[in-house]
């Protein structure tokens, strides 16, 4: 638990910091954001957004990160938290992705494409830890073995009765006969 305190807002750091930076200052983040819109509009076929609706769509989503990281940080929804952050990071991925770069800007990109998937990762893990306690398979499981251990039970006790009243009813046919 003391682990999680600690490590819960040192993994929130990075992401409150870009998500603030991002909407504070759009302007720096526009270019690659272009670059991943424009892979998502080539392939609906729509028509690419303006500068205009870039900044915008970069501000939302450096807003919603950092509260995201927020909420990660001070423990409130911490599951919900982290993945909406990987959720929100793996776009940042795809568009810092280095395949189609050329010599230094390819150099860099890898960085920040190395630097986004580690952050997408450690969200996954921060968003799946079930902080001890059992998980809903888990779960499922020992309520089916139980109910399985009921209904034997239940079948023993009319198994049981069954016998009586069989019983009872052979001494009534030879008492009657």
């Known amino acids: 638990m003391l682990l999680r305190r600690i490590a819960r807002p040192l993994l929130a750091a990075p992401f409150v ?17 272009r670059d991943g819109s424009a892979l998502v509009t080539d392939a609906v076929g729509a028509e690419p957004l303006s500068d205009r609706q870039l900044g915008l769509l970069v501000r939302v989503h450096g807003a919603a990160t950092a ?6 940080a001070v423990g409130r929804t911490p599951r919900t938290a982290a993945l909406a952050l990987a959720a929100l990071t793996a776009p940042l991925a795809v568009a ?11 150099t860099l990109r ?15 893990i921060a968003g799946v830890d079930l902080e ?6 888990y779960r499922v499981q020992q309520a089916r073995e ?5 209904a034997e039970s239940k079948a023993e006790t009319v198994k049981s009765a ?16």
Do not use: M, N, W
């Not at 998500?19 to 690659?32: F, K, R, S, W, Y």
């Not at 509260?67 to 990660?72: D, K, P, S, T």
């Open 17 to 33: 910091y870009d998500g603030i930076q991002a909407a504070l200052h759009p302007a720096e983040h526009v270019d690659a954001a």
């Open 67 to 72: 509260v995201a990281g927020l909420l990660l």
């Open 96 to 106: 810092h992705q280095p395949f189609t770069s050329k010599g230094a800007e390819r």
């Open 110 to 124: 890898t960085a920040a494409f190395v630097k986004d998937l580690g952050k997408v990762g450690a969200a996954v």
């Open 132 to 137: 001890g306690r059992p998980g809903v398979t």
């Open 146 to 150: 139980h109910a399985a251990r009921l």
């Open 162 to 177: 069954t016998k009586a009243e069989a019983a009872k009813l052979r001494a009534k046919v030879a008492e009657a006969v």
